[in-house]
């Protein structure tokens, strides 16, 4: 079993950058996928970004490509969600998740996953 704690939310002009952490708890943080999800008021739940395994593979959501980079430390039990050019379409609750796939791919299923945190609000103001 793992938990999840996000943080490196806040309030950010349009433009403006931040850095999203999600440390894990628990052993063997390597033998799981990660993603990042999102959840604005009145919308469901969403993809962002995920990282395989050893970071072979990453997947991003269209809406930020070019704009978000996921990472993983799997020394230090993080992953990470580097994010630029923010857009006020970006404000949400941000989520990070964890799943034991079965190969080095990218798992973009909100349902596959086991494991997440409680998330840290990302608020982009215009």
């Known amino acids: 079993q793992v938990q999840l704690v996000e943080s490196g939310g806040g309030l950010v002009q349009a433009g403006g950058s931040l850095r999203l952490s999600c440390a894990a708890s628990g052993r063997a943080f390597g033998s799981y996928a990660m993603g990042w999800f999102r959840h604005a008021p009145g919308k469901e739940r969403v993809f962002v970004a995920g990282i395989s395994l050893s970071a072979i593979n990453t997947v991003y959501a269209d809406s930020v490509k070019g704009r978000f980079t996921i990472s993983r430390d799997n020394a230090k039990n993080t992953v990470y969600l580097q994010m630029n050019s923010l857009k006020p379409e970006d404000t949400a609750l941000y989520y990070c998740?964890?799943?034991?796939?079965?190969?080095?791919?990218?798992?973009?299923?909100?349902?596959?996953?086991?494991?997440w945190g409680q998330g840290t609000q990302v608020t982009v103001s215009s």
């Open positions: 998740a964890a799943v034991r796939p079965p190969n080095f791919i990218v798992v973009i299923r909100t349902t596959a996953y086991d494991y």
